[in-house]
């Protein structure tokens, strides 16, 4: 299976980046952390990018708040896939990091998820990799059954109590 890279522009994104971690470890996918700041970095961060096939990657999750150029400078140097986490910050409540993230040119995608979805993100990289791994796509079908039993078991419960 391809590693899923997971790059924050700073560690002070890490508390929410640890859903899309626990996700990954969950599933039994192989991951690297890495902090990279399209600012503060920009070599290191297109480094990685540009040999990020090369170096046994299938899909790169990136995060990063305020004006969170991380997931464009991420995926202006790879053809991987790139997932944007944008995140909440004190300023704009994560509007900014949004807006940043799923507004990219023509030609150069970033998937976005919502403000601070991390888990959603380690998933989407999952389905992506699944599409050539019917073991991957196995589990996350389990996954799936298993998040529908759970609403309908919680569905049975109301019922009872409401509908007499």
Excluded: C
Excluded at 43 to 64: L, P, S
Excluded at 126 to 133: E, H, T, W
């Amino acid at each position: 299976m391809k590693k899923i890279g997971i790059v924050m522009g700073s560690d002070s994104d890490l508390p929410v980046l640890e859903k899309a971690i626990v996700t990954l470890e969950k599933f039994g996918a192989p991951f690297e952390v890495h902090v990279y700041s399209a600012h503060r970095t920009p070599v290191e961060a297109k480094d990685f990018a540009q040999n990020a096939r090369a170096n046994g990657f299938g899909a790169i999750i990136a995060a990063a708040g305020k004006a969170a150029h991380l997931a464009g400078a991420i995926a202006a140097n790879t053809t991987l896939p790139v997932i944007g986490v944008p995140v909440k910050s004190s300023t704009l409540d994560g509007l900014d990091a949004l807006l940043s993230t799923v507004q990219m040119p023509g030609g150069i995608p970033v998937a976005t998820v919502a403000i601070d979805g991390a888990e959603n993100a380690a998933l989407l990289a999952l389905q992506m990799l699944a599409v050539a791994d019917a073991d991957l796509a196995k589990k996350l079908d389990d996954a799936r059954a298993e998040a529908a039993a759970k609403v309908l078991e919680k569905n049975k419960a109301v019922e009872e109590k409401y509908n007499k």
